[in-house]
Each structure stands twice: as C-alpha cells, then as structure tokens.
C-alpha cells in the first residue's frame, strides 16, 4: 500500500538507510549488497566494523515533492529521519540488518562479546573463527573469539601458511657457520666447513688463501685468490726457466716460434710448410735433409727428400764416409768381375783404362758374370784313360788319330795305330799295304 500510494502521490525520494556492516579490518573493501545504492561510512567500531549509510536510489519513483517521514515510508523496524530538505532517510537501527524501505531484520551479533569464547561474530552472526584460518596441516584452537593456529608435533612452519615434517637440514637455515662457509647435517648435528678455496675458522668465518702475491711462496702467484705455481704463466708449448718477483719467465724451445706467454708452435707441421731450400719438416723443424748425410768430399743431391750421395766423377771412395782421387788399383776395388773371377787393370780398344776380368786358373765361364771350377786342373786328377783338357777329363783320343787308324787311351794319351793290312801314320792316314812281285834269283 505504501508503495502505491507513492506513486499515486507522483513522489519520488532518496531513501538513507544505516546499516550495520561488519568489516575484519580497517581499509578492506565492503560487498555492495544491492543495486542502485551507494555506501558512506557512518560510524566505525574499535574492532574495524563499520555502520554505513547506504543510499537507495528506487528508479520507480519519480521526482515529486517530498512529504519527509510522515506516512512511515520505512519498513518494519526501520527508523525513518528527515534530511535537509525534508526528504525522508530509512536506516536499520544497531543490531538490524536488511532492506530498511521493507524490513530491518534483528542479527544474531553486533560484536564479539555477543558469542561464546570459541566463537566470532561476523555478519551478525556467531560463526567459528577457525574455518579458512589456518594453514595445511595445522591445528586450530579458538580461543576468546579468535583463531589460534600451531603446527602438531613433528611438525614445523608457518601454521598459517602449512606446516611439514621436521628437516634436520633446517638447523642449517638460518646457517650458525661464519662467512665463506657451507653448513651441513652430519649425524643430526650441524657442522661447518669452509667454502673451496677459503681458509680460517668455520665458526667465525673463512677468508681467501690469498688477497696479493705477497700472501704466496716466492715461486707461487695469487690467482682468483688462490696461491697458484707462477710458471702456469706460461703458454701453450713453452718451457717456465725461472720465476722472479712471482712472475714467471718463459721461453720457447729451440725451433719453435711464437710467444712463450700464449703459445709456441713448431715451424712446421708438415713438408708443404717448409721452404724449397729447407723441404723437410723434422720434429716441427724445416732443415735440408743433405745437411750431415754424406761423407768428406762428397756430393749430395735430393730426390724428393731423400738425400743421395755420391762421389764426384773423378773420385772415388765411399760417399758416406770419404771420396777420393781415383788410382788404377781403384779399377778393381770393388771388384766388379764376376764370381770365382779376379780383376786386372787394363786398357779397352780405344786405350781408356778398365778393369779386365779373368776366371780364377782351374775355372771356365764367363767372367763378368761367373766362372765355375773346372773338372780337373791336370791329368793326375783324371783316370788313366782321361785326358785333362780345358780342365776336363776327357777321352784323349777325340780327334788325335788319323782317318781309319785305330786309338787306345793310355796314360792320358791317345795311341794311334794303322789296323793290319794298313800301314802310314796313324796321326796322319793310313792306307792299304801294296805288294810287288819280286824277282827271285836263283
């Protein structure tokens, strides 16, 4: 009724209600619980909770002259003010809550001191504090209207944020150690050390084994804070000869180029990097392989890169050790007959002297190349009916003997004789024996 009877009237007002809101701490933003309205803090509680003016702006009435709060525009159990201008303002008193235009409604708490000890007054209502409060994993025990959350035995943590089972590495967070130290659990019992490279008391702290050389030997160096030997100045390939002042003085080995404080290289790693007058590449050195391969007075000449040595035209001797000039007896040193052969100087045809080659006495063949031992050297080493010629035993009666005549081997010689009937030299010829009457004389 009240309603129709506004818009009969054609009024239209702005309708003020206080609300008590409840807030769990000061500068939290409040739900808005309906539209069309606004909130203006009223009034603040010592707890955070605040009373709110809440502004309704109804867009069913429509602007009119206001009658201010006679006619009861509020609700049940609303309290109805008037504002400047006459307009009527609706508010819950304390303790209501609801739409103060139809009905206030009574909360079941304005404050904690409205609930028992293991409760919290929140929305006007009693509610139990420990939903949402703690952690996972925590206990929670309310007490005088608030959440006391803690870890369970054998637990640990932040029991408002989760707690876990007990770490023994924990005894290490935060670290009881010094500086420059590592912490850790060794038999349940926290123990320090010093970091790599760091010296001193874990207890207190570690410092670094060196700040300058002078915290160094005499041959060590102090490197990234560590007393290192001075010759790792050295580079890649060289040899360290000394340290003086901690610094070390390097050089490269003989044949090697570069800088000893970088790297020494060898000359060469190969023949194709070494120079025609030196074509060798020799334990990363380029040399001329003929230096030192032949003997005094000899000539050296290189076919690829192997040195041959030979003696000049007119000398002779060995090229590795010596060469000389040349003798007639170098003719036939060394002997270049062949074997069982020996070796004269000599002449050839156009008078130039060569060695002559001849077969040992007792031999045959050819003696450039090799003469073999003849069969005999004389007649005693033949039977008696062998002759020994050309150092063979043979039949001495080959070719002695005339045509016809007969021959007997005796005493490696050949006896020749005219059959009978015959007669002349047997060496010669032999003919038939001619007879002729001869007179006979009485």
């Known amino acids: 009724m009240m309603e129709q ?20 701490a000061i500068g939290k933003k409040i739900e808005k619980r309906c539209l069309n309205c606004s909130y203006r803090t009223y009034y603040t509680y010592g707890d955070g909770r605040a009373l709110q003016r809440v502004v309704y702006r109804d867009p069913v009435y429509t602007r009119a002259q206001s009658y201010g709060c006679s006619g009861s525009p509020c609700g049940v159990n609303a309290v109805c003010q008037e504002a400047a201008g006459g307009r009527p303002v609706c508010s819950c008193p304390p303790g209501y809550s609801g739409n103060p235009l139809t009905h206030c409604n009574r909360g079941e708490c304005l404050d904690n001191v409205d609930c028992r000890g293991d409760l919290q007054c929140k929305d006007n209502r009693c509610v139990n504090p420990c939903v949402g409060a703690c952690g996972i994993g925590s206990n929670c025990d309310a007490r005088n209207h608030v959440a006391v959350c803690s870890c369970p035995a ?52 570690c410092r670094h084994e060196c700040e300058h050389d002078g915290d160094c030997s005499s041959r060590d160096m102090c490197s990234n804070f560590k007393c290192v030997p001075s010759c790792g100045q050295c580079g890649s390939g060289a040899s360290c000869k000394t340290v003086s002042n901690h610094r070390a003085v390097c050089e490269c080995p003989k044949g090697y180029i570069g800088s000893a404080y970088t790297e020494c290289r060898p000359e060469c790693y190969g023949d194709s990097d070494c120079p025609a007058g030196r074509p060798a590449c020799f334990y990363g050195i380029c040399k001329n392989t003929c230096d030192g391969a032949c003997g005094v007075g000899a000539d050296c000449n290189l076919r690829g890169l192997t040195p041959v040595c030979s003696c000049p035209r007119d000398m002779t001797g060995d090229p590795f ?99 009978p009937g015959q007669s002349g030299d047997a060496l010669v010829s032999c003919r038939q024996t001619r007879t002729f009457p001869v007179a006979k004389y009485h």
Not at 15 to 22: D, G
Not at 172 to 179: E, L, R
Request: glycine share 10%; with cysteine.
């Open 5 to 24: 009877r506004h818009q009969l009237l054609g009024l239209t007002f702005m309708v003020l209600a206080i609300v008590a809101l409840p807030q769990l």
């Open 154 to 205: 054998g637990y640990n943590g932040d029991p408002y944020h989760a707690c876990h089972l007990n770490d023994p590495e924990e005894q290490c967070h935060p670290s009881p150690c010094g500086v420059n130290t590592k912490c850790e659990i060794i038999n349940g019992v926290p123990t320090c050390s010093c970091h790599h490279g760091y010296l001193g008391n874990p207890l207190s702290g």
């Open 321 to 419: 050790i010596r060469c000389r000039p040349f003798t007639k007896e170098d003719l036939c040193d060394p002997n270049p007959c062949g074997s069982n052969a020996i070796c004269v100087p000599g002449h050839d045809n156009t008078g130039r002297e060569r060695p002559v080659c001849n077969c040992l006495p007792g031999h045959t063949g050819n003696p450039l190349t090799h003469c073999t031992r003849g069969e005999c050297l004389s007649n005693n080493e033949c039977p008696d009916h062998r002759a020994c010629i050309n150092y063979q035993c043979i039949d001495p009666c080959i070719g002695k003997c005339a045509t016809g005549a007969s021959c007997e081997p005796k005493a490696h010689l050949a006896v020749c004789r005219c059959p």
